[in-house]
């Protein structure tokens, strides 16, 4: 029988299945593409996040057919209390459950340490969570995170790691750090499948760069097929958000995809996308799809509003998506009351639009367009964090 050391280094000798191909740069930024069993992923991606393994707003054909979506985000905690991992085992995994033929990414119920504080308590072994549908009590440990998402059969698996808001400091945010790494390693020993899933790590390390550097270091050893940046968008100062993105990209490999947690506000995803993330995800986009918002070019339209009652123009003259291409901002505000249809018009154009921003050889001009319109009505202008952050990316504004 193999000891853990002798298992971690035969699964990670093993070819995942996974394949990353970098077609464009432009400094540090890379359009690529990630191809998983399900099929390719073109980054940098904005993952519309399901965490039921259905996505409001949208319908798993409307994902595929309409928006090509190529991934999307389902939560292992969620998935876990309902409708149960037995039931995604019978059915042959998420996929079928759902009928979604394309990728799926499953969070590790990592993050429910932090969003639902109060219903849960830690230590070496796991979290112990009391559900917030009928409390009743249950352990969630790496072993058990990796056994749920092995059922749920998810195309990338994220190892579950202790979290901490970014604004913590002091003693628990190494402990966090390094018991995230201790609980990796159980993860990869508990992970059945790595033929057919492959299990990312999630850098923690609050805004202390050599925390960051350490978990970096220390990660990357396990030579993954991909690696999460975690433990960011709940408060830090914006200088610290992006130095610390900055600090994990210039440390992970380049040969691998780079995933920032919880990013979905469209100046943070240009920022990290031209820092040299990949991947995304946040409920931002079709949480306010659900209010009538769709993001473009000159910021966010709030397409309720009368004066877009005899407006026949698409929500951003650019956008090549399925929305843009068909309907007009008049259509979309006179259905918006009256017709669901709406809304998934709306979402389909909010998850898509995002994706594009690096996937041309115009990025420099397309950031400074971008950046100059989104604040164009700010009397405060463009925010000092994004102008520093675009420098390190040799773009002024």
């Not at 920022?271 to 769709?294: E, K, P, Q, Y």
């Not at 473009?296 to 397409?303: F, H, P, R």
Request: aromatic share 8%.
């Amino acid at each position: 029988m193999e000891s853990g050391n002798q298992q971690i280094e035969s699964q990670n000798n093993q070819q995942p299945p996974l394949m990353f191909k970098v077609l464009k740069r432009f400094n540090r930024c890379r359009a690529a593409v990630v191809t998983l069993p399900h099929g390719d992923v073109r980054t940098p991606v904005y993952m519309p996040v399901g965490t039921k393994g259905a996505m409001k707003g949208l319908l798993s054909e409307n994902m595929a057919e309409l928006i090509d979506c190529d991934i999307m985000l389902s939560n292992t905690y969620h998935l876990f209390l309902k409708p149960g991992e037995d039931i995604m085992e019978q059915m042959g995994g998420l996929h079928k459950f759902m009928g979604w033929n394309r990728n799926i990414l499953t969070d590790s119920g990592g993050f429910q340490i932090v969003s639902l504080g109060e219903l849960n308590s830690l230590d070496e072994n796991g979290v112990s969570f009391k559900s917030h549908i009928d409390g009743k009590e249950f352990l969630l440990t790496p072993e058990r995170s990796m056994e749920i998402q092995n059922k749920i059969g998810s195309d990338i698996m994220m190892a579950l790691d202790d979290v901490v808001t970014p604004t913590t400091s002091g003693p628990r945010v190494m402990e966090a750090m390094e018991r995230s790494v201790r609980w990796l390693d159980r993860c990869i020993q508990a992970h059945k499948n790595p033929d057919r899933q492959n299990l990312f790590g999630i850098i923690q390390g609050g805004v202390d760069d050599e925390l960051r550097k350490i978990c970096c270091e220390m990660m990357t050893k396990r030579n993954l097929p991909g690696y999460a940046i975690g433990g960011l968008a709940g408060g830090e100062d914006k200088e610290d958000f992006w130095r610390t993105v900055k600090v994990c990209t210039d440390l992970l490999p380049d040969d691998k995809p780079r995933y920032v947690m919880g990013i979905g506000y469209a100046e943070d995803l240009m920022v990290c996308s031209l820092l040299g993330a990949d991947m995304f995800d946040c409920v931002f986009a079709t949480r306010t799809a659900r209010f009538g918002s769709a993001f473009s070019k000159y910021g966010m339209i709030k397409l309720r509003k009368n004066e877009y009652a005899d407006d026949f123009g698409p929500i951003s003259e650019e956008c090549q998506c399925y929305t843009c291409q068909n309907y007009t901002r008049s259509y979309l505000q006179k259905t918006f009351r009256a017709d669901q249809s709406c809304l998934h018009l709306i979402s389909l154009h909010n998850v898509q639009g995002l994706r594009n921003s690096v996937l041309n050889d115009t990025a420099e001009q397309y950031a400074r367009d971008f950046f100059i319109n989104y604040y164009r009505d700010d009397k405060n202008g463009i925010p000092v964090w994004i102008k520093n952050a675009l420098k390190e990316c040799k773009i002024e504004l």
